[in-house]
């Protein structure tokens, strides 16, 4: 059970930046550059302003680490240091603590005044397939109804190495991406823009500690590794990725962009909300079975807000569902000796739960663009149209502890 903790900032009622959170995020100010920070409340903790004044002694004494566009060289201090400096701040937002407090008119930045930045600079990024429910919902649609799931589905965390460069920061608009696709009706291949542009509901793992080329990591150590969680948009355009996807997987309809939460939120923070994961079945190779629990109680939403209109919940969903978890999944990734960075971003994929409220995708709540989505201001989707928002949420709650991950907000402008 985690000890009741209590903090002189004021905390907002359903604040998602709880004293229990204390998730890591680059922001800057109209001040300074780009560095790292604590998200507490409606504030920021300035690290680098705090290290300077040395109130970090003894966990971290080169403030250098936070004075960074990136928390790769942070991150790479290791596990103990992350766990060290909760503690620590912890201590110092502590109610019956002042150092921190006399200081406060300097080393809280309002989050309102600082503009977040993508945390990590990601080397690679990696896209599992790991919910049973959406593999299941996308075989029937795209394949066979009796046979939705591969044969090798339950076998394998199935994944595909994405692309790193186009993943942007929550409040990045996306255009829409054009391309090859190939209508039902027509015998040949047009170029166009996509008509079926969609959202995937995914949360992401950041890698906090690399590996060697040809080193394994086992699902027992596999969480050493992980630094912590964000919320992952997968945009997705399904006309072009049902025409390009065979035989060699998504490619254009995916690498247009993908966008992420700015708060890292860690596993640290995300104890008190182990549950077990679905009971797999059949039984799984050795390298794979796993001890504990593993999965995450990590409740999820999904929002549609339309240009100068209010935002509809299209989709609950929680973390919880996913049939493989994350050591499994990185497990998978290096059991042939592939390696591993820090800072490498790897993605749940889509999120779905069984009911269709669950579904992570305008392709599943559309059921491939049969049904209507009905939205509050009266317009219906099938997929997503030009200058919608979409705004993924994430919180997990037990009692008076709360840990959120904020938002991944982002707007699809009209293609170039
Ligand atoms: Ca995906």
Redesign the pocket.
């Known amino acids: 059970m985690t000890e009741h903790l209590s903090t002189w900032v004021e905390i907002p009622k359903d604040s998602d930046f709880t004293i229990y959170n204390l998730p890591y995020g680059i922001f800057s100010t109209a001040n300074h550059s780009p560095r790292a920070g604590v998200a507490i409340g409606e504030y920021i903790v300035d690290l680098f302003f705090v290290c300077e004044k040395g109130l970090l002694e003894g966990v971290i004494n080169d403030s250098t680490v936070f004075n960074k566009a990136f928390l790769n060289d942070f991150i790479s201090l290791g596990k103990d240091t992350w766990s060290k400096l909760r503690n620590k701040l912890i201590e110092l937002l502590s109610d019956s603590n002042s150092k921190l407090f006399q200081l406060k008119s300097e080393a809280l930045v309002a989050q309102k005044d600082a503009t977040m930045h993508l945390p990590v600079q990601i080397g690679d990024y990696t ?1 599992f ?1 790991s919910s049973i429910e959406h593999a299941t919902n996308v075989g029937k649609m795209f394949r066979d109804p009796e046979n939705a799931l591969l044969p090798n589905w339950k076998h394998i965390p199935v994944g595909y190495h994405g692309r790193s460069s186009s993943i942007v920061v929550s409040g990045t608009d996306i255009h829409r991406p054009k391309g090859q696709t190939k209508p039902n009706d027509s015998e040949v291949p047009i170029f166009s823009a996509s008509r079926l542009l969609d959202f ?1 509901l ?1 949360m992401a793992f950041v890698v906090g500690k690399s590996t060697k080329l040809g080193e394994a990591v086992s699902t027992k150590d596999a969480e050493g590794h992980i630094f912590g969680m964000v919320l992952f948009n ?1 945009w ?1 355009a399904r006309d072009i990725q049902k025409w390009e996807y065979v035989p060699l997987g ?1 490619f254009l309809g ?1 690498n247009f962009g993908s966008s992420m939460s700015p708060w890292i939120v860690t596993l640290e923070a995300l104890e008190p909300f182990r549950v077990d994961s679905p009971k797999q079945d059949p039984k799984v190779l050795p390298y794979l079975e796993y001890e504990g629990k593993k999965g995450f109680d990590i409740s999820l939403e999904v929002y549609i807000k339309p240009e100068n209109s209010e935002e509809t919940k299209v989709c609950t969903s929680n973390f919880k569902y996913m049939y493989w978890n994350m050591a499994q999944q990185l497990a998978h990734h290096t059991v042939n000796g592939c390696n591993v960075n820090v800072g490498d971003v790897m ?1 749940s ?2 999120i779905s739960g069984k009911e269709k409220h669950e579904f992570g995708s305008m392709l599943e709540l559309s059921w491939g663009g049969k049904n209507t989505i009905p939205l509050k201001d009266g317009s219906e989707r099938k997929f997503l149209q030009d200058n919608d928002t979409v705004i993924m949420k994430g919180h997990a709650q037990k009692e008076e502890i709360r840990v959120g991950f904020g938002e991944v907000r982002s707007k699809i402008l009209p293609a170039k």
């Open positions: 896209d397939y995937e995914e997968d997705s998504p995916k993605a994929g889509t």
